[in-house]
């Protein structure tokens, strides 16, 4: 499996992106993938996640101005960011857990539960 980010760059506080996850290998019929955040001398954060039966789950901190979505046909994971705030300058990842558990455990974005990584997009916040 492998996954590539792309959609990131530099953009002003309250402007909006939309990451893309592109994967290829991927043959899991249950899944659990996500999206995850870091930022230099923060620890990991986990956004975003969505199951193969389409249930989303999202961290407090981004709820309401982020929404992932997955497009199967194109085997395609994306993440709109709208209302961007300088902390959301980071380094962001998407992941999945191609198992039953992950599948179940989904919402917990527990980054424990992923297989494969990305190798992520930078995402920057200017004022």
């Known amino acids: 499996v492998q996954l590539v980010e792309s959609g990131g760059g530099s953009v002003q506080s309250g402007g909006s992106l939309r990451l893309s996850c592109a994967a290829s290998?991927?043959?899991?019929?249950?899944?659990?993938m996500a999206w995850f955040r870091q930022a230099p001398g923060k620890e990991r954060e986990g956004l975003a996640s969505?199951?193969?039966?389409?249930?989303?789950n999202y961290a407090d901190s981004v709820k309401g101005r982020f929404t992932i979505s997955q497009d199967n046909a194109k085997n395609t994971l994306y993440l709109q960011i709208d209302s961007l705030d300088f902390e959301d300058t980071a380094m962001y990842y998407c992941?999945?857990?191609?198992?039953?558990?992950?599948?179940?455990?989904?919402?917990?974005?527990?980054?424990?539960?992923?297989?494969?990584w990305g190798q992520g997009t930078q995402v920057t916040v200017s004022s």
């Open positions: 992941a999945v857990g191609g198992t039953y558990y992950a599948h179940s455990r989904c919402a917990s974005r527990d980054a424990s539960l992923m297989n494969y």
């Open positions: 290998g991927f043959t899991y019929f249950v899944y659990c």
């Open positions: 969505i199951n193969s039966a389409g249930n989303t």
